[in-house]
Structure formats: C-alpha cells, structure tokens
C-alpha cells in the first residue's frame, strides 16, 4: 500500500467510496494541533489559548462525528 493510497483511505466515506469533508477537516485540523504543539515544545513560539482551544474543539467535533457515523444504522 502507497502512502497516498493510504492517505485516501483514511478520508474515503466506507459507503459510497467519495472523499469526505469531515474527515479531512479533522486530519487537516489534527495536524495543526500538532504542529502547534511541536513548535511551543521546542521551538519556544506560543499559541493564543483561545486559537488552540478552538482547533481542538474542530478537531474533536469532527473525530466524533466520524465515530458516530459508523454507529448510526442505515
């Protein structure tokens, strides 16, 4: 399996095989939350409170929604 084969799996809706908006939010959303901590860990830069709360709160919405997704019956 390819990386970006990989990728594309992990954004594609197990219904009907489209891409799903949710889920790349949520990786996208993911990513800057850790980009965001790498950067406050090493390299000193701070990120307003506010700003962090707000990309964790996209981030859990849209890894909840994506849970729930598989639970709910067709």
Not at 8 to 33: E, H, N
Not at 40 to 52: E, I, P, Q, R, W
């Amino acid at each position: 399996m390819s990386l970006f084969s990989g990728l594309r799996s992990m954004v594609t809706d197990a219904v009907d095989g489209s891409v799903s908006s949710k889920r790349v939010i949520a990786i996208l959303a993911t990513v800057l939350v850790a980009l965001a901590f790498l950067l406050n860990l090493f390299a000193g830069m701070t990120v307003d409170k506010n700003m962090y709360d707000s990309m964790m709160m996209i981030v859990i919405a849209g890894m909840g929604t994506t849970v729930a997704e598989k639970f709910v019956k067709k």
